[in-house]
Structure formats: structure tokens, C-alpha cells
């Protein structure tokens, strides 16, 4: 273990999804500040026009465990795991069942090859602590957005108060999935692929706007609706497609492609998530934004976030793809600050959930 007053360090470990991510952080409890030394990565692609099963997930992050922990020590410069770290963070829920046990078996392993004890943390709340520890909001409105969780969120009382979330789907996945019926590629990701196909639409003299569902409903929305009607935009072009191959006409005011579809589900998705963020602005009383997950690294759903923000007199938060795609950096630091409370996660509790709201953690950690 550390010694009296020396840095704290903990090492996390991040599977709940298609991406392990090892990551090592140092708090310094004389000054308070962190210190990110190592946040290592690597993703499962799944061919174009398929999603990653489970099954096939968990064996990547088996594959690449010891491997990503072996990178990340040498990286941070810690050759004595054992005396130089405090404890070892990993994701306990919410998440894809068989990676996070994958992983979670891993961080078990580490906690009992090295002597030090566990930290389970909430995946939500890793994002929304890196958040706020990379931009130095104080106390923002948090929009989460992934693969897997859309939540409007605030702080109150110790607890990350959800106002607003997805009556279905997360919008990641809407994103994803409509990936897959255009047949766009998984590498890097299918969201950023399609927000360069939108990009080259928008750039176009006059952008095609298609409509499609417009589903909020309160502080809440609905992607599923949307994305159906999306895939049968995708249909009527490969049917217009076909009929272009067989020598038939298609009209140039009717013609469908990729990149208008791409711009138009964009565009759809993102205002009704930023009209959602300013009513719990106005809600709260806040005049900050944070835009966290993997979606947070979309430059449109930054930008008209941004304009909403600025007409209220306020700001937007927002960090790149090393902290907004899912990353050990994050399991370690939202775990430190656990520890550094007193919480521990005694081995024979130590399991994983795939659902674990935000909003039941108890975050000590703030006043």
C-alpha cells in the first residue's frame, strides 16, 4: 500500500460493452488534483452490417486482458502493483452481460495476485466524474448518451437525480442500428461513420431534410419509432438503387442516399435531445451542460448543444474520444474517489448487473 500522504493510485477496468479499456490514475490528496497515467484501449469491430454479440465480446476481453493491464502498469511506471496502488476499480453494471463478467473475473484475479481490495463502480457515473474532473464543470445538467443509456441527469442530495431518459432505446443504438441497414462500416464506429456521411450532406448547397418522427414526450423520448422509420427510408433506397440498375428512372427530387439519411437522423435525433437538456436547465437552474458517453463525441450534437447554451446565457462541456468513449480511465477515477470515502466491494460481493441506475449511487464523494 502507499505510503501516509504519497498519491493514491488505482488502476480500472472497463468491459461493458464492445471496448476494454485499462486505465491508471493518481489523486494527490495534498493538492487534490489528478493525474491520468495510463488509459489504454481496444475495441471489438464486428463485420459491417452486424452488431457484437455477447458471447463473441466476452471472449475479446478475455483475449486482451492481461495484455491491456501489462501495457497500462508499464506505461504509469509501476513495476509493484502490490505496494504501489491503492486498490483496483471495475465496472459493476450497467452493461452486456457475459463482458462485464469477463472483465470482472479479471479484476477479481488482480485484487487477489496483488493484495489489495476491490472497488465495483457504476458505469454511468464513471462517465459523468471523468466529465467533470477533464472540463471542470462544477455542477452542470449531464446529458449521457451512448450505445446503451440516454439519461438527462442532475446532482441533488448525494444521488445523480435522472429527469429525463429514452422510453426504449438508448440513442447509441438507434445510431448503430441504423448503421447496419446502410451496410456502414463498424470501424471506428458506426455513430462517427454516419456523422461523416451527414457531414457531407450538410455541406451540400441544400441539405436534404427527410422527415421522420419526432417522439418527446415530457422530459422523456423515443427512439424506436424513429429508427423504423429510418430503416424504411433505407429500403426505398435500395429499391430506387435497384431500379437505377435495371435502367428505370428515379426522379432527382426523389432520389434517397446515404449521406441525406445519415444528416436527417442526425438531425432529428439531436434536437429533441437538446430540447430535452434546456427544459432540465430550466428545471434546475443550471446554465451548464455536460455531454458525456460515446455519443458526447458527436461535433453536430456538440454544436447545437452549444447554440442552446449560448441563447441561455451558458456553456457546454464536452470532452474528446479518449474520455467519452468508454475507458478504464474512468472505472479508476470514479473508484478512487469511492475509496477514498471508505467504500469497498468485499470479493464475495463483487458481481456484476446489467442493470444498475445512476441514480443509486450514493456519491459520498460530493458535498
Known sequence: MPKPNAPLLALGCEGSANKIGIGIISHDRTTGKSAILANIRHTFVSPPGTGFLPKDTARHHRAYFAQLVRTALIEAGVTNPSAQLSCVCYTKGPGMGAPLQAVAVGARTLSQLW???????????GHIEMGREITGAADPVVLYVSGGNTQVIAYAERRYRIFGETLDIAVGNCLDRFARALRISNDPAPGYNIELLARKAASSPSPKLLE??????????????ILTAAELLAAQMREQDSRVLRGEEVAADERLTPEALCFSLQET??????????????????????????????????????????????????????????????????????????FRTPLEESTCTQRFRTD????????
Not at 115 to 125: A, D, E, K, Q, T
Not at 282 to 299: D, R, T
Not at 314 to 330: H, L, P, Q
Request: proline content about 2%; aromatic content about 8%; hydrophobic content about 40%.
Open 115 to 125: 493484495g489489495l481490495p476491490l472497488v465495483g463502480v457504476n458505469h454511468c457515473v
Open 269 to 342: 435525433v439531436y434536437a429533441m435531445l437538446v430540447e430535452i437538456t434546456e427544459r432540465a436547465m430550466a428545471h434546475v437552474g443550471s446554465n451548464q451542460v455536460l455531454i458525456v458517453g460515446g455519443v458526447g463525441c458527436n461535433e453536430r450534437l456538440q454544436e447545437m448543444m452549444g447554440q442552446m447554451a449560448k441563447e441561455r446565457g451558458g456553456s457546454v462541456y464536452a470532452t474528446d474520444e479518449r474520455f467519452c468513449i468508454d475507458n478504464g480511465i474512468m472505472i479508476a477515477h470514479a473508484g478512487l474517489l469511492a475509496y477514498e470515502t471508505g
Open 212 to 225: 421522420l418522427p419526432y417522439a418527446v414526450k415530457g422530459m422523456d423520448c423515443s427512439f424506436s419509432g
Open 360 to 367: 443509486e449511487v450514493y456519491v459520498k464523494w460530493r458535498d
